[in-house]
């Protein structure tokens, strides 16, 4: 019989997307109100992966990657979906989206993303929300799996969440030697 364990915390990771410098910056601060400082934020890259979003929310997507300094617990993130989604909502004009807020995790062994979508790889969090196993962390790198986006896939992001990946690390060490004086 297996006997359940708590889990380690994870480290929480945002994925914003829009046609403003200004308005990605925007939303940088309220998600820091929300759940504290960012310990990274990259610089502003092209989101050019798909033109899904462009009816929506118009042509020259661009989008920034940001973690949280504070790490939290796994079970957290439906709630951080759903106050996401609020963001989105008070944002929109003319019930079009002006941002774009994709919340998940990177834990030691993936990269998890929520969703309102369901999916045959999606498992059921809670309140409407789903579990998007993203990207499995195998062989000391990332792997896309056949169902992942583009842009996560893409090299270029798969480098930049193992640079992510390698700070939690550290944060989980930092926070275990603590606790052991």
Known sequence: MSKPNPTEPVKLVFSVFATQVARLNETITILSAAYGQPDFISAVIPFD???????EMGENLIRRFFTMEKVIRPEA?????????????????????QVNIDPGYISKAHLILAT???Y????????GIYADLTLVYQGKKF?????TYPDY?????LLMLSKIRAKYLLQLKMAEQSSLV
């Open 153 to 157: 896939a893409d090299e270029k992001q």
């Open 116 to 118: 309102g979508k369901a």
């Open 143 to 147: 792997c896309s799996l056949p169902w």
């Open 49 to 55: 992966y798909t033109n899904y979003y462009c009816a």
């Open 77 to 97: 993130l439906p709630d951080i979906k759903l106050v996401t989604n609020e963001i989105e909502d008070k944002s929109a004009l003319n019930s079009r989206r």
């Open 120 to 127: 045959t790889h999606r498992p059921y969090l809670r309140d």
